[in-house]
């Protein structure tokens, strides 16, 4: 069987502008988030502009703290030639860079703003989700983040659309499509969280129970990987953070219960519009 040629990363060129494939999935993982959260957000009785603001300090933050977190574990790639640092086209975001720089930045705006960090986490949780779902693609255009080498039967055998196949041959090699397991746990993750809308959760536990979530699955799916940011030659960085990201998460769960400071539901209002409902009651 003839090999298709590998999808172009690049999506279109404008003059010297060459625009890629990763950074349009990227943004419209961020964009399809944003939609998500905004209804939401409404519903909860947040201001209707938070995350938009939230949004033009988080997503370059973000970028640039997912770019570093990947710079920082692969430097020997970056040390001769430092200026392809800022070359994230080319692929290199962590996702744990990304998320540090995300929480970092919401949290510093929740506390300018007034406004509760958990509430606003709790909201974002399923979009964030939505976004590395998505994002998962540009990888998939990039070829990157695959896993080890296996036969076409195998692929076939996962009942994949030929594209997916041909993308995943790469220098005479099949690979496994570790892209398309992560998206596919990720979005399996965000019919879970909307439906713990309904059961209303103390709040801070939809974020919380993100964070378990996904660190559960990359855990399995990083051990099939071929490129993992790595300390020392055993240990691979995404896996341990993994273990440390459950580990915390279920001890503030069980710390935030016990000590009050889960006391509001995920469905609570703000007092502010608890009180508009009950004036129009009386009326």
């Keep these: 069987m003839n090999q ?23 943004m419209l993982g961020a964009f399809l988030g944003y939609l998500l959260a905004t209804r939401e957000a409404k519903k909860r009785g947040l201001p209707e502009d938070v995350f938009a603001d939230l949004l033009l300090f988080a997503v370059p933050i973000s970028i640039v703290s997912a770019r570093l977190y990947y710079v920082i574990f692969q430097w ?22 990304a998320l540090i720089g995300a929480v970092l930045t919401a949290v510093v705006y929740a506390r300018v703003k007034g406004l509760s960090f958990w509430k606003i986490a ?20 990039n070829q990157e983040a695959h896993g080890g080498p296996v036969s076409r039967e195998f692929l076939e055998g996962l ?3 030929e594209f997916i196949i041909q993308q995943m041959y790469i220098d005479g090699t099949y690979y496994h499509p570790t892209f398309l397991y992560e998206s596919l746990w990720s979005l399996l ?57 459950i580990a915390g ?22 007092p502010k519009s608890r009180g508009k409902q009950q004036n129009k009651k009386k009326k």
């Design 76 to 97: 020997e790639h970056f040390a001769n030639d430092p200026g392809r640092i800022i070359a994230v086209w080319e692929g290199g975001l962590a996702i744990h860079g």
């Design 122 to 141: 709790d909201v974002a949780a399923p979009s964030i989700l939505l976004g590395q779902a998505i994002g998962r693609w540009g990888n998939f255009m």
């Design 189 to 245: 993750g965000v019919a879970v969280l909307l439906y713990l809308r309904r059961v209303n959760l103390h709040r801070g536990e939809m974020f919380l129970t993100y964070v378990i979530w996904y660190s559960f699955g990359r855990f399995f799916i990083e051990g099939l990987r071929t490129d993992s940011l790595m300390i020392g030659d055993t240990v691979r960085v995404a896996q341990l953070i993994s273990i440390l990201l």
């Design 4 to 26: 298709a040629q590998p999808i172009d990363p690049v999506l279109f060129e404008l003059g010297p502008l060459s625009v890629h494939w990763y950074g349009v999935i990227i």
């Design 159 to 161: 009942m994949l659309p």
């Design 249 to 270: 998460a279920v001890a503030l769960i069980i710390y935030r219960r016990k000590t009050g400071l889960a006391s509001a539901r995920y469905l609570d209002e703000e």
